[in-house]
Structure formats: structure tokens, C-alpha cells
């Protein structure tokens, strides 16, 4: 099996792959906040398991659309009740994954301990934290973000680093020799 990211996996089955998309969530993307962390609490979940899917579709992308079970755990499910991904409303009006988010918000789990938490549809559309706020995030955590070609760094919200900028240390960055971007100007001091 191998995770693609939060919401999607890749099970091989009498020498086929299946790739599946876990039906009624949508976790965040692997650029966005809480990517990386969603896809890894996938990958614990059911990776090197034997796994269950039931699935009766295909999405526009030929994925099966799929429940996946870990003997009677729905992963589905704990995937919105850990707080790795959102009830997909849009497609889902199931009432566990509804209940299963709203109580992940309200323990604060997972993605949901972030104050402006951005869905995961409205960041494929563009919608990216507020300046004031990854102005901020990046001062505190001394992050900026990386070009595929790692020629500069950015801040998260600069127009220039499009959807692929790769978070990195400001200390790695500049060991490495890489320029701040004259556009968004990334903090350099701590």
C-alpha cells in the first residue's frame, strides 16, 4: 500500500494497484498546514495492515471513491475524528462524519487547533491564510518556502512560489545560499 497524501492510497491487489480516494472526507493538501501531518496519520493507520474497501464509483480522476475499514474501523471516520480531514459536505451528507468533525473541533484535535483552519477546497481555489497571520507563523517558526527550482525563498502567501513552494528552515535556506524573493521580502531575522 502507499499513501499519496491525507485522503488518498494506493493498494496493490493480485499484482494490480487500486488507487482509492477515501469517500466523504478531504484532507489537506500536501503544501497546505496540517498536509504532511494528515497524510503520516493515514500512513499509521493503514499502511502495512490488511484493509477492507467498499467502494461503488469512480471520481473524474478514475480513483475508486471508497470506505476503507481496518477490521470494523471505519478509517474514514477516524480520519475526521482525529482531525486530519474535513466532513466533504460537498459530496458527503453522511450524519458520523458530520458528528466525528464536530467533536474533533471542539476537543481542538489535530487541524483543528489551528485558529483559521482553511478547507481544503477553498485552498485548491486560491484562499491562503491572511498576510497579518503567515506573516506571523513565519516569524515564529522561522519558515519560509522553497521554489521547485530552489533558486528563492518565500513567505506562504507570495504569489511567485505558486502551490508547489516546499516549507524549509530560514537557517537551511540561508546555509544553502538561496536569495529572499524582492517581491514578498521573507523576514530573515528572527
Same mark, same amino acid.
Request: glycine share 8%; net charge positive; aromatic share 8%.
Given at each position: ?10 493498494? @496493490? ?8 480516494? +477515501? ?11 496540517? *498536509? ?27 480513483? @475508486? ?17 482525529? *482531525? ?74 507570495? #504569489? #511567485?512560489? *505558486? ?14 545560499? +538561496? ?12
Amino acid at each position: 500500500m502507499k499513501v499519496a497524501d491525507g485522503d488518498t492510497v494506493t493498494l @496493490l491487489v493480485e499484482k494490480k494497484s487500486y488507487r482509492v480516494r +477515501l469517500q466523504g472526507i478531504d484532507a489537506p493538501e500536501a503544501q497546505q498546514p496540517f *498536509g504532511q501531518a494528515a497524510k503520516k496519520a493515514l500512513s499509521e493507520k493503514v499502511f502495512g495492515h490488511r484493509v477492507t474497501v467498499r467502494w461503488d464509483e469512480k471520481d473524474r480522476y478514475g480513483r @475508486l471513491l471508497g470506505q476503507i475499514y481496518l477490521g470494523e474501523v471505519w478509517v474514514n471516520q477516524l480520519m475526521v475524528q482525529d *482531525g486530519y480531514a474535513w466532513h466533504y459536505t460537498y459530496y458527503s451528507k453522511d450524519s458520523r462524519l458530520a458528528r466525528s468533525q464536530q467533536l474533533a473541533r471542539e476537543a481542538s484535535r489535530g487541524l483543528w487547533a489551528r485558529e483559521q483552519a482553511i478547507a481544503p477546497w477553498d485552498w485548491r481555489r486560491g484562499k491562503r491564510p491572511l498576510l497579518e497571520d503567515s506573516l506571523e507563523a513565519s516569524r515564529i517558526a522561522q519558515i519560509v518556502y522553497v521554489t521547485p527550482k530552489g533558486e528563492k525563498f518565500h513567505r506562504q502567501d507570495c #504569489h #511567485h512560489l *505558486g502551490t508547489k513552494g516546499k516549507p524549509e528552515a530560514l537557517a537551511s535556506v540561508r546555509n544553502r545560499g +538561496l536569495t529572499p524573493c524582492k517581491r514578498c521580502h521573507p523576514k530573515e531575522d528572527p
